[in-house]
């Protein structure tokens, strides 16, 4: 049978593999995000801690993500445990640079007037720093996302969530009548997926960023 | 009044005549050309410096000698051959071609930089290396110290002379030259101006400049062409002329209203009558009583002290002369001073900052003369006249 | 599959190829000196330890060193086939798509390469093998072409195009013809750019040429793949350190290529 027709088929196994990939990939990006904006708030100031803040998170994007899931896979068994943990892990780099950046891209003049009307430093960390350098963040959450989505396909080997496992059934059952479909199923709906979480990721930029900082 | 360009050997002349016939260049989709009909002759081992507003084609103009911008119609010939039907590179080769931002390429050495077109022309390298240290020479960079420096470690100055050295590497008989000395700070930029005037003494070569400054263009041009819109000559014609009498309003507009004084960096201090024995000279060795005593006697407020090669030492006031044993720490030291070979500009300003009447020193340094400021003012009123009377240098 | 920043589907906002910015300069000095100590204390300390300790039956069947450098050699055989191929595909690709006239058609084979990179490595190398019956080496190389190239043929055409258009016209005004313009000044100048995106290519294919096992083509995460189907914990460990160490390396050896290999001038 033809792909329409497959995918029509299997729609309920597939749409629920999608949501579980869709969803698995934002909250992983959330906490990586959480993580990352407070790593960057903690070394943005001083330039050894930014240089090796980032080199650690670029170190863990070169790693192999196959090889991490197999160095936790040891530690944290099967499931949902290596696969988010990796997850964020790889999600930290774009995310922490571009904490960094953003934050030492605010005018100092405007923190300087901030403090100037009598913000604390929490203050205008909060409602000043962080509020500029937003778009940064967005937008290194916008690519650990992308990221995300594609290393999340992998994650399926250790039993995790996702269309990743349509890939490998696909794989398991090379030869049989479907295996084709299913593995393109998996795959192009990987990349439907991606598409339309980075047009979320826009309209979230459109929707918070004010337009006096919107460049 | 002949503009006192070279000294008074002839000089040798490298360059070829340019001739431009009916050029015009028309862009696609724009109804108006660019480039209308455009017709000059540049003499050949002169300096034409083509001024005018921005956007006026003057650029596209000196572009299309070298064929960086072809020609729609018309004809292009450098001494006597014909530019528009050879291979463009191989012309190229054959023209010198200096740009604002230099241009150097930053992966190469100056060295490497400067043996670019010789090394394109296929000469050997022994000959390379030494043209290069001869052109390194020529424009002021010492080949020990700059040779292996990368364009990235030399100052801006430094960067068009490289610029320079570079495009006059294959000794090429014409010379393009697009804003050249318009990045640079206005004090490098008389450096190299005057630098431009030197070389062009020794090699003749034929120049064309392209600049919107109008001072530049009376500093460096033997004639300078006046452009308008699309290019159309307003005036050509030797600076002299220009400033005296401006072809029309445009013209006119360019010299601005500092024409005068424009003019006083075309003559020279020995083009003027200045004052020969008008000055109460002494020695250094002299008693100051005695100098008193001829002061006194000339009824002259001040001497000019000299030392025993004649060389202008220390301005002495008759009063300070009372009570001293020695002429050689009483009144002011001689601050500025100006030779014949000065322009009048530079003889004002010397006038101006000695207080009104300046040295004039010879070649070894000796007292000649003075001149005051009645002589360069009534130097102008003359000139003018003789120009609005229709007559020309 | 490995993850990097660059390159990434939707990513159009933020110029795909941006200067590096200062964090990350200094970043890079970081690693340019920890990296190698990094991966010399990891594989030493796993392989010293696999090799030395005592290993029953089962584990001494992987964990021996004929099997650890068979899986090696074919994971860094996977990683040369799939960068020489992308760098003779990508950088001619790049130089020809920076011409006046087939650059029209640029948008084209970028948006082509675009697809390459967004779609997960693990669903292009299945598909390709599913389509193809094709297993072993070329199995996962070609699928890793496709997938890599994108960062060296954007990045060689974004080198090129950065180049200062002053110095092309002023290359032509003396005299050189445009192929000696582009030989002599622009890939010259474009050679950091080509070497960074190289780098990444190459972090890229070794870090998927993981996946390589899945379809007959060996490598290390053989060794992690036995190590899981046997239940052999020591196994995944040594394949996994084994595989991360030669991420590290060849992404140092990228670092050190960039810095040494660049013309000087062209930084």
């Known amino acids: 049978m033809d792909l329409w027709q497959y995918v029509s088929e299997r729609w309920d196994r597939l749409s629920l593999q999608a949501l579980l990939h869709v969803s698995g990939v934002v909250q992983c990006t959330i906490i990586a995000a959480i993580i990352g904006v407070v790593v960057g708030v903690l070394v943005y100031r001083s330039s050894v801690g930014s240089a090796v803040a980032t080199a650690l998170a670029s170190t863990i994007l070169t790693v192999p993500s196959f090889a991490l899931l197999g160095l936790l896979i040891p530690f944290l068994g099967l499931g949902v445990a290596p696969s988010v943990t990796a997850l964020v892990l790889y999600g930290l780099l774009p995310i922490v640079r571009n904490t960094i950046v953003g934050l030492n891209g605010v005018d100092p003049a405007v923190t300087d007037a901030a403090k100037g009307i009598g913000m604390g430093r929490l203050g205008v960390l909060t409602r000043v720093e962080l509020r500029m350098a937003w778009p940064a963040i967005l937008t290194g959450m916008r690519v650990s996302a992308q990221m995300l989505m594609g290393i999340a396909v992998i994650a399926a080997y250790a039993k995790g969530f996702g269309l990743g496992s349509e890939v490998f059934s696909g794989l398991t059952r090379a030869g049989s009548a479907n295996s084709l479909n299913q593995a393109l199923a998996g795959t192009l709906g990987v990349v439907i997926l991606a598409l339309i979480l980075d047009a979320v990721f826009v309209l979230i930029a459109r929707l918070t960023i004010p337009k006096g900082v919107r460049d | ?393 | 599959m490995t993850a990097v920043a660059e390159g990434l589907p939707g990513v159009s906002r933020t110029s795909a190829v941006e200067r590096k910015s200062s964090v990350t300069a200094r970043s890079d000095r970081v690693r340019l000196f920890f990296q190698p100590v990094a991966v010399i204390v990891i594989v030493g300390a796993v392989v010293v330890w696999a090799l030395s300790s005592d290993l029953n039956a089962n584990e001494q069947e992987t964990l021996n060193l004929p099997t650890i450098l068979t899986l090696t050699g074919q994971h860094i055989l996977i990683t040369l086939v799939v960068s020489v191929l992308v760098v003779a595909i990508a950088v001619p690709l790049g130089i020809a798509l920076t011409r006046p006239g087939p650059d029209r058609v640029a948008p084209v084979f970028l948006a082509l390469a675009n697809l390459g990179q967004a779609a997960p490595a693990l669903g292009v190398i299945v598909l390709f093998f599913l389509w193809t019956g094709i297993e072993g080496l070329w199995a996962v190389a070609i699928p890793l072409v496709f997938y890599t190239l994108l960062p060296v043929l954007r990045n060689t055409m974004v080198g090129i195009q950065q180049v200062d258009r002053s110095l092309i016209d002023a290359g032509r005004g003396i005299g050189m013809s445009a192929a000696g313009v582009l030989w002599r000044v622009e890939l010259p100048l474009a050679v950091p750019l080509i070497l960074a995106g190289l780098r990444t290519a190459l972090v890229l294919a070794v870090g998927t040429a993981t996946l390589a096992f899945f379809v007959n083509g060996g490598g290390l995460g053989e060794l992690i793949d036995t190590g899981y189907k046997l239940q052999l914990n020591s196994v995944m460990y040594v394949g996994a350190a084994l595989a991360i160490g030669l991420a590290l390396l060849v992404d140092w050896l990228g670092g050190v290529a960039e810095q040494w290999l660049s013309p000087k001038g062209a930084e």
Request: glycine content about 10%; some cysteine; aromatic content about 4%.
């Open chain 2, 1 to 393: 009044m002949t503009v006192a360009m070279e000294d008074t050997e002839t000089k040798a002349v490298s360059g070829a005549e340019i001739r431009l016939e009916n050029v015009t260049k028309r862009y696609p989709n724009t109804k108006a050309a660019a480039v209308d009909e455009f017709s000059m002759v540049i003499p050949a081992g002169r300096i034409v410096v083509f001024v005018g507003p921005s956007g006026c084609g003057k650029t596209t103009t000196m572009r299309m000698i070298n064929r960086m911008v072809e020609p729609t119609s018309g004809v292009i010939t450098i001494g006597g051959k014909d530019a528009l039907h050879i291979d463009a590179d191989e012309l190229r080769r054959g023209i010198g071609y200096a740009i604002q931002q230099a241009g150097l390429f930053p992966h190469f050495t100056v060295a490497q930089n400067i043996a670019v077109v010789p090394g394109l022309l296929k000469w050997d390298k022994k000959k390379i290396d030494a043209r290069v240290d001869e052109m390194m020479d020529l424009v002021g960079l010492d080949p020990g110290t700059f040779r292996h420096r990368l364009p990235r470690q030399l100052s801006g100055g430094q960067q068009q002379r490289v610029g320079v050295a570079r495009a006059l590497a294959a000794d090429p008989p014409v010379l393009l030259m697009d804003e050249p000395f318009g990045a640079v700070d206005p004090i490098t930029r008389g450096n190299l101006q005057d630098e431009l005037l030197r070389l062009q003494n020794e090699l003749g070569k034929t120049i064309v400049f392209v600049t919107h400054d109008f001072d530049e263009a009376v500093k460096l041009g033997d004639k300078i062409a006046v452009l308008g819109d699309r290019s159309t000559i307003q005036q050509y014609d030797t600076p002299d002329a220009i400033l005296a009498n401006p072809a029309n309003d445009t013209v006119a507009g360019f010299v601005g209203a500092g024409a005068s004084l424009k003019q006083l960096t075309l003559l020279r201090v020995r083009d003027v009558p200045f004052d020969t024995d008008n000055v109460i000279a002494v020695d250094h060795g002299d008693a100051p009583a005695q100098v008193a005593e001829k002061l006194r006697l000339a009824d002259r407020a001040y001497a000019l002290v000299l030392d025993e090669r004649q060389r202008p030492l220390r301005w002495v006031h008759r009063r300070e002369l009372a009570g001293r044993t020695s002429l050689l720490d009483a009144g002011k030291p001689v601050g500025d001073s100006v030779t014949t070979q000065s322009t009048l500009q530079d003889a004002l300003e010397a006038i101006l900052t000695e207080g009104g009447r300046a040295v004039v020193t010879g070649a070894r340094g000796e007292l000649i003369g003075t001149i005051d400021i009645s002589t360069v003012t009534d130097v102008i009123a003359n000139v003018r006249e003789t120009h609005a009377d229709g007559g020309s240098a």
